[in-house]
T-cell receptor, first 115, second 115 residues
Framework: GENVEQHPSTLSVQEGDSAVIKCTYS??????FPWYKQELGKRPQLIID?????GEKKDQRIAVTLNKTAKHFSLHITETQPEDSAVYFCAASKGGSSNTGKLIFGQGTTLQVKP | EAGVTQFPSHSVIEKGQTVTLRCDPI?????LYWYRRVMGKEIKFLLH????????ESGMPNNRFLAERTGGTYSTLKVQPAELEDSGVYFC?????????????FGPGTRLLVL
C-alpha cells in the first residue's frame, strides 16, 4: 500500500548548523509533497511543498529537493535557530481529478536546535 | 481569515462511552479531511469529504467511527463505543476544491483519551 518513510526520527543540531530530513515514498503516482511543522501543542503548519514537475524549491532558509526516479525527497534547513525546534512531517499525495488528495504522512522528525 | 477550528480541544472518556468531535473548516473550503495521530506515530488519513459527500473513507478504522458533514459546512466525527486504542489526536484539515493537491490547512486537533 501507500507508504512514506521518514528519517531520522530525532535530530539534534547546534544553532547555526544545517538540518536535513529525508523521506521516501512507495507510490510512484504521488505528485505532491508538502512538509508540515508542528510546534508543541500547536497545529501542523505547511512550511514548504513541491510538486513532481519541480526538482528543487527554496524559501529563505528552507529548501526541498525531489528525486522522482529514486522516490525520495528531502527538507533542508540552513542556519538553524532555536525557533526551528519542532516536529517535522513529510507527506505525499496523488493529485488530479480522480484522486482524493489525501496525505500520506511520514513518521515525523523531532528537531532540537540547541542555542 | 479564520482558520480551521475544532471542538473540543481535549476529551477524556471511559471505554464504552460515546464522543463526538467537531470541525469547522475554513469558509469556502469544500474539501474536508479527518486525520488521526496515535501514540506519537505518523498522522494517518481517516476520510475525505467534498462538500457533504464522502469522497474517500478508506482510512476509517471500523464501524465504530461515523463521520458526517450535513449541509457541507462543519463536520462531526463520532466514536461509539470508544475503545482504549482510539486515544490520540484527531486533526481536521480543509482545502479549496479547485485542485485536489491544494494546500491542506490543519486545525489544532482534539486530544482524545479513552480510559
Amino acid at each position: 500500500g501507500e507508504n512514506v518513510e521518514q528519517h531520522p526520527s530525532t535530530l539534534s543540531v547546534q544553532e547555526g548548523d544545517s538540518a536535513v530530513i529525508k523521506c521516501t515514498y512507495s507510490d510512484s503516482a504521488s505528485n505532491y509533497f508538502p512538509w508540515y511543522k508542528q510546534e508543541l501543542g500547536k497545529r501542523p503548519q505547511l512550511i514548504i511543498d513541491i510538486r513532481s514537475n519541480v526538482g528543487e524549491k527554496k524559501d529563505q532558509r528552507i529548501a526541498v529537493t525531489l528525486n522522482k526516479t529514486a522516490k525520495h525527497f528531502s527538507l533542508h534547513i540552513t542556519e538553524t535557530q532555536p525557533e526551528d525546534s519542532a516536529v517535522y512531517f513529510c507527506a505525499a499525495s496523488k493529485g488530479g481529478s480522480s484522486n482524493t488528495g489525501k496525505l500520506i504522512f511520514g513518521q515525523g522528525t523531532t528537531l532540537q536546535v540547541k542555542p | 481569515e479564520a482558520g480551521v477550528t475544532q471542538f473540543p480541544s481535549h476529551s477524556v472518556i471511559e471505554k464504552g462511552q460515546t464522543v463526538t468531535l467537531r470541525c469547522d473548516p475554513i469558509s469556502g473550503h469544500d474539501n474536508l479531511y479527518w486525520y488521526r495521530r496515535v501514540m506519537g506515530k505518523e498522522i494517518k488519513f481517516l476520510l475525505h469529504f467534498v462538500k457533504e459527500s464522502k469522497q474517500d473513507e478508506s482510512g476509517m478504522p471500523n464501524n465504530r467511527f461515523l463521520a458526517e458533514r450535513t449541509g457541507g459546512t462543519y463536520s462531526t466525527l463520532k466514536v461509539q463505543p470508544a475503545e482504549l486504542e482510539d486515544s490520540g489526536v484527531y486533526f481536521c484539515a480543509s482545502s479549496q476544491a479547485d485542485r485536489t493537491e491544494e494546500t491542506q490547512y490543519f486545525g489544532p486537533g482534539t486530544r482524545l483519551l479513552v480510559l
